[in-house]
C-alpha cells in the first residue's frame, strides 16, 4: 500500500487548510495513520496522528490548538485541518501507516509514505 497526500497549497500567515490522506487504490490500513512534515534543510518532525477508529489524537506542541486531524473510515481517508496557519507550518507534509515500535512520534514507526504535498504560508 501507498499513501497518497494531496490538499496542500500557498497560503497567507492566518489562512486554513485541509490536507487529506489516502490509500492508492485500496482501502485505507485500519492502523494509526501520522502526518509528519519536511521544511528545507530539517528532518522528517510529527505533527500529528489518529488511531485506527479516530478514538484518540496526537498532536506535536506547535499545532496544538490549530491542527486537527481525523479519520473518516468509510471514505477511506484521513484528513488534517489545519486553521491559523503560521510560516513556520511550510514544509512537504506527509503521511504514513504506523506499524513500528517507536512510539506515535517517531518516523521510525511509519511506513508507505508516499509522495507529499507542499504548504507554503507567506507571511
Known amino acids: 500500500v501507498q499513501l497518497q497526500a494531496s490538499g496542500g497549497g500557498l497560503v497567507q500567515a492566518g489562512g486554513s487548510l485541509r490536507l487529506s490522506c489516502a490509500a492508492s487504490?485500496?482501502?485505507?490500513?485500519?492502523?494509526?495513520i501520522g502526518w509528519f512534515r519536511q521544511g528545507p534543510g530539517k528532518e522528517r518532525e510529527f505533527v500529528a496522528a489518529?488511531?485506527?477508529?479516530?478514538?484518540?489524537?496526537y498532536y506535536a506542541d506547535p499545532v496544538k490548538g490549530r491542527f486537527a486531524i481525523s479519520r473518516d473510515n468509510a471514505k477511506d481517508t484521513v484528513y488534517l485541518q489545519m486553521n491559523n496557519l503560521k510560516p513556520e507550518d511550510t514544509a512537504v507534509y506527509y503521511c504514513?501507516?504506523?506499524?513500528?515500535?517507536?512510539?506515535?512520534?517517531?518516523?521510525?514507526?511509519?511506513?508507505?509514505w508516499g509522495q507529499g504535498t507542499q504548504v507554503t504560508v507567506s507571511s
Open positions: 487504490g485500496r482501502a485505507l490500513p485500519s492502523s494509526p
Open positions: 489518529v488511531g485506527g477508529r479516530g478514538g484518540y489524537t
Open positions: 504514513g501507516v504506523k506499524s513500528g515500535s517507536y512510539g506515535y512520534f517517531s518516523s521510525r514507526s511509519y511506513d508507505y
